[in-house]
């Protein structure tokens, strides 16, 4: 069976400070992993997705994430978080089947 | 392009009342999925089609909740009747079909809040 978990459902950083948001997938068979964000009272949209080729993923608004299979995880980072960084993060995990996976979300809190 | 569209984004409506749902997907996009998000739950994926065809409907809560896809450009979740524990907001999703659909962006529309009192 497949899962995504996401550890701490809120996070909070200091304006400028690192952003560090934990994602584990559980799978028995290689995923795709995704981030989408979530603004307030808005769709989610795609930060950034891996499917295969380089384990590093760059995503908008300076968000990367790694794909490390031994420690399935999947954990998205930002080097200084900003203000508008304020939303609700989700990782998601699909696999082969056309299964769909969503985390339960991360509120991340910027504080100014 | 204009994006994913839901209509209505807000309903409020009584319990035993029948709610529908609608759905424009990004044209070109093969699949289609119907989401619902809860504080309690998160976000669950309700059913999915592929060229209009139901794929998986197996997040379908109960039988009180049915969804279609007449043509590429629309779909329908509807809810009879309605109940209190329904209400959440419901997302609707496309994306391309591409090499793999589970390789794809989904696209979000901007959601329906629902409120059944």
């Known amino acids: 069976a497949q899962s995504v978990t996401q550890l701490g459902s809120h996070v909070s950083v200091s304006e400028g400070a690192l952003v560090l948001l934990r994602c584990n997938y559980s799978?028995?068979?290689?995923?795709?992993l995704f981030w989408y964000v979530q603004y307030p009272n808005q769709g989610l949209q795609l930060l950034l997705k891996y499917t295969t080729g380089a384990t590093l993923v760059k995503g908008i608004n300076g968000f990367e994430a790694e794909f490390k299979k031994s420690e399935t995880s999947f954990h998205l980072t930002k080097p200084s978080a900003h203000m508008s960084d304020a939303a609700e993060y989700f990782c998601a995990v699909s696999v082969l089947g056309n299964q769909f996976y969503f985390g339960t979300g991360t509120s991340l809190t910027v504080i100014p | 392009d204009a994006g994913v569209i839901q209509s209505p984004r807000h309903e409020v409506t009584e319990m035993g009342q029948e709610v529908t749902l609608r759905c424009k997907p990004i044209s070109g996009h093969d699949y289609l999925f119907w989401y619902r998000q809860t504080m309690m739950r998160g976000l669950e994926l309700l059913i999915y089609?592929?060229?209009?065809?139901?794929?998986?409907d197996s997040g379908m809560p109960e039988d009180r909740f049915s969804a279609k896809m007449p043509n590429a450009s629309f779909s329908t979740l509807k809810i009879q009747p309605s109940e209190p524990r329904d209400s959440a907001v419901y997302f609707c999703?496309?994306?391309?079909?591409?090499?793999?659909?589970?390789?794809?962006?989904?696209?979000f529309g901007p959601g329906t809040r629902l409120l059944v009192l």
């Open positions: 999703a496309s994306s391309p079909a591409g090499l793999a659909a589970i390789q794809e962006t989904q696209y």
């Open positions: 799978s028995s068979v290689p995923p795709y």
């Open positions: 089609f592929n060229n209009n065809v139901p794929i998986d």
